[in-house]
């Protein structure tokens, strides 16, 4: 609404020139000249206030006038609209807090708690079982993947006799037991019969003397194995009973590999 004014007043200083400033004032305003405030004075026709009346009656001024107020509303709505975005993002920034206190999201977050420990229990369980299992699986020897070690397998048929009978009489029974066994491969081995592989497990060589033609007189190695496999990686006590039981079944080898009764 100032641009009108602001043109009127030029049009108003344009047109009287020869007037002084109160005079032009006093003209538009309305207002009595000084010394007469009781006396009204009546407006020309063509007076310079009626000239600046014309002027803002004009549509040009008049669309200012409607566009100044168009321009107001749309201020008040784009404040209105921010105003709705400010709220907006400040509900959904402190709807967190607000939902803390809720029973279903307290109740929510519980669940979620303890799934989360349920699945770090069956975790830690699942990793107990297979270390158990990795455990049973590993000989004393330290090598969890073969027989015997690089120096024990330097070790002859007889050499291993010799250990079990010193490991006997300690009463270290598991572990005489396990060298009775090793005897019984490494002595198969010398005669050609069994190659003997570090690197294989023992049911690997059971396989491999399944498939001989020629197998040494009436010995079984399945008994064997199977006796071998629960005492040494199934942590079975062991007795003085069974390395008797695994001496006699190293003879019945001897024997079948000489050729003679079992």
Same mark, same amino acid.
């Given at each position: 609404m100032r641009l009108p004014l602001v043109l009127a007043s030029i049009v108003l200083f344009s047109m009287s020139l020869g007037q002084s400033a109160t005079e032009v004032r006093d003209q538009i305003l309305g207002s009595a000249p000084t010394g007469s405030p009781t006396q009204s004075i009546s407006t020309p026709i063509d007076s310079p206030q009626s000239q600046a009346e014309r002027i803002l009656q004009n549509p040009l001024y008049r669309e200012s006038l409607n566009t100044a107020e168009g321009e107001s509303w749309l201020n008040e709505a784009l404040n209105n609209f921010f105003e709705r975005i400010g709220e907006w993002l400040g509900n959904l920034f402190n709807r967190p807090q607000q939902q803390r206190g809720s029973p279903i999201v307290a109740s929510q977050g519980v669940t979620q708690v303890m799934i989360v420990i349920l699945l770090a229990v069956l975790a830690a369980? &699942?990793?107990?079982? &297979?270390?158990?299992?990795? %455990?049973?699986?590993?000989?004393?020897? *330290?090598? !969890?993947?073969? %027989?015997?070690?690089?120096?024990?397998?330097?070790?002859?048929?007889?050499?291993?006799?010799?250990? !079990?009978?010193?490991?006997? !009489?300690? *009463?270290?029974?598991?572990?005489? &037991?396990?060298?009775?066994? %090793?005897?019984?491969?490494?002595?198969?081995?010398?005669?050609?019969?069994?190659?003997?592989?570090?690197?294989?497990?023992?049911?690997?060589?059971?396989?491999?003397?399944r498939d001989l033609t020629n197998k040494p007189g009436n010995f079984q190695l399945e008994p064997l194995t199977q006796k071998f496999d629960n005492a040494w990686y199934g942590f079975i006590p062991q007795s003085q009973a069974d390395v008797d039981w695994f001496k006699s079944e190293y003879q019945a080898l001897v024997a079948g590999l000489r050729g003679g009764p079992a």
């Open positions: 369980f &699942v990793i107990y079982l &297979v270390s158990q299992i990795k %455990l049973k699986r590993q000989p004393d020897s *330290g090598n !969890a993947d073969n %027989l015997m070690s690089e120096e024990e397998a330097r070790r002859s048929a007889d050499q291993w006799l010799t250990e !079990a009978d010193k490991l006997a !009489a300690r *009463g270290e029974f598991r572990a005489a &037991v396990r060298c009775l066994y %090793l005897a019984c491969l490494i002595r198969m081995d010398e005669s050609n019969t069994l190659r003997f592989e570090r690197h294989q497990t023992n049911w690997e060589h059971l396989y491999r003397f």
